[in-house]
């Protein structure tokens, strides 16, 4: 069923806002009599709607009865990233909200290009939460990864371990694959988080610092990956690994 | 070991093209007296280089023997992409060369928005094959995957099945999760095909299609991915999947 997200969710007779109205008519063609699932990502609620009328961007649905929004991240996967140059951040945030990370910790690492500190900071992680919570919205999750940041490396990995069982630094220059203590990882249900360094590089020093907060150097494989690269590829291997145990 | 691509590789002394040296002196950070291997994406060669002087952009360098270059793929991953509007597919490309996709289809479906055809079609493709192999330059991978196409979506279909042992396609609407299957086809080492549609989605009839190629439609579980999410979180996948028992 297509999930969309409507701020304010009430019961009754409403329009459509006009970029929702857009996605589902026009992008996904739903027509006059179809139905989808609206959720309201601040209340966590959701109902069935029926599509009254259509014109142009403009659409007039129904909502049913409200209801506790369902789909939401299965388990907890935290992300250390560290902060790097460009868009990154951004495509990561929206690729880690759809692949279900359910907090995201921007770092600073001595080979971080991009220097944010105080309201540049602060305007960064909005813009941040703004991406996490429009993903959310697109992907028909009802609850946005939390984002937080900037801290330090040493700082956001201390947060992330306190919440988490198993731990990795994806590191391009580790022996160790992943694949083995991963799989375990998921098979007892860990709580799981990832720490991913910058296009620079971590140093040796960083690296040491992941180790001793707990987070097992490891290698995706034997191709050097970009950073946002690796933060697709191991939530999706989450996914896959988790997908048929959790769902069956 | 840090990997470059150099064209035209050959014993002795030389200056690194001026991007390479960029890459590695000023990304890398690599110094005087470091040393990285080289590698020739055309002969399939590579040779342990040192660096014997850096001046801004310019790096003269000793070449050492060569030998037939190690770091490719390592099994069959085929991917039939539905062309997608904007960069999406050049960013797929990307995605799967620095994760190990071995070729690359590229399919019209008819809910495909991009319409390329004949000279057009034909200067897309170059395009991503230059992105493919910029892609395995940058990741160190010798061999960049096939990429082909424009095709229908049948015949995309058909030449996956051709050389796929166990095939998938992924489609929102779909109920089975694709974790268990796969974790068997990886384990029982099958040469992989996914299939993905646009992001205005399959047809019921294009699925049924792919159906009947041999593709099971699967789900990556609730959340609606994009496109090209979907790529990257199932090359990650499978990369996680083998990891630990191919490189063991």
Known sequence: MIRAPIAALAPG???????????????????????????????????DVTI??????????????????????????????????GDKVDAVVRDATELGATRIIVARTSRSVVKAEGDRAAGKIDRWRRIAEQAARQCGRADPPAIEGILGWG???EAAARESDARWCLWESATAPIGPALRDAVARAAPLAFAIGPEGGLTQAEVEEARVAGFAPASLGRFVLRTETVAAAILGAVLVLRSGDATS
């Open 155 to 157: 700082a956001a990995l």
């Open 13 to 47: 007779v409403r329009a459509l806002p006009s970029d929702v109205s857009h996605h589902l008519c026009r992008v996904l063609r739903l027509r006059i009599g179809d139905r989808f699932v609206a959720f309201d990502p601040e209340a966590r609620v959701e109902a």
């Open 52 to 85: 009254d009328d259509v014109s142009g961007d403009a659409a007039r649905v129904t909502v049913g009865a409200l209801r506790p929004a369902r789909v939401v991240a299965e388990a907890p996967v935290v992300f250390v990233y560290a902060l790097a140059k």
